[in-house]
């Protein structure tokens, strides 16, 4: 494979990371197809279709909308993600809307959690919304199972050892 060959290029383009170093300073709206890494400072409204990561000195204020967000610095404001996770070095404040949330030990949280939104979350990527085709075919199926669980349950509360227990 030489330097110039296609397969290169594809790979580079599959791996693209967009960096804020540190010292910058952004004020606005940033839309990224690609992670981003931030280790300077962004005030505005920032839209990743992939991972957003706040390093140890990167802050930002405002809004975030990402498939994952990695916290380690400082974060004010909104953030929609699929999964959200605090660093010990990481402070979060505002809300959170997010079904996966993971705050390490050292890693603060001041505001509210909020479950996900179909909007604001998973309508980023269309690798997302086939995991949404997956998951509502997943909750049918867990919807059928409980269905089942309460006619074993219904049974289990007609037993003689159930309503002795219930007697007492």
């Given at each position: 494979?030489?330097?110039?060959?296609?397969?290169?290029?594809?790979?580079?383009?599959?791996?693209?990371?967009?960096?804020?170093?540190?010292?910058?300073?952004?004020?606005?709206?940033?839309?990224?197809?690609?992670?981003?890494?931030?280790?300077?400072?962004?005030?505005?409204?920032?839209?990743?279709?992939?991972?957003?990561?706040?390093?140890?000195?990167?802050?930002?204020?405002g809004?975030i909308?990402?498939?994952?967000?990695?916290?380690?610095?400082?974060?004010?404001?909104?953030?929609?993600?699929?999964?959200?996770?605090?660093?010990?070095?990481?402070?979060?404040?505002?809300?959170?809307?997010?079904?996966?949330?993971?705050?390490?030990?050292?890693?603060?949280?001041?505001?509210?959690?909020?479950?996900?939104?179909?909007?604001?979350?998973?309508?980023?990527?269309?690798?997302?919304?086939?995991?949404?085709?997956?998951?509502?075919?997943?909750?049918?199926t867990?919807?059928?199972?409980?269905?089942?669980?309460?006619?074993?349950?219904?049974?289990?509360?007609?037993?003689?050892?159930?309503?002795?227990?219930?007697?007492?």
């Amino acid at each position: 494979m030489g330097f110039f060959s296609k397969h290169a290029t594809n790979k580079s383009q599959q791996s693209t990371t967009t960096i804020i170093g540190q010292g910058c300073t952004i004020n606005g709206n940033i839309r990224l197809t690609c992670d981003v890494h931030i280790d300077g400072f962004v005030e505005g409204k920032i839209v990743s279709d992939k991972t957003l990561i706040i390093s140890a000195s990167g802050r930002v204020k405002g809004e975030i909308t990402a498939d994952k967000v990695v916290i380690n610095g400082l974060f004010e404001g909104d953030c929609y993600a699929n999964t959200v996770e605090i660093l010990p070095n990481g402070k979060a404040h505002g809300s959170i809307h997010s079904d996966d949330l993971c705050i390490e030990r050292g890693g603060s949280f001041l505001g509210k959690t909020r479950p996900t939104t179909d909007e604001k979350v998973i309508s980023l990527t269309t690798a997302a919304k086939t995991s949404v085709s997956f998951a509502e075919t997943d909750a049918k199926t867990e919807a059928s199972d409980t269905s089942d669980r309460s006619d074993i349950s219904a049974d289990s509360v007609n037993s003689p050892a159930a309503k002795t227990a219930a007697k007492a």
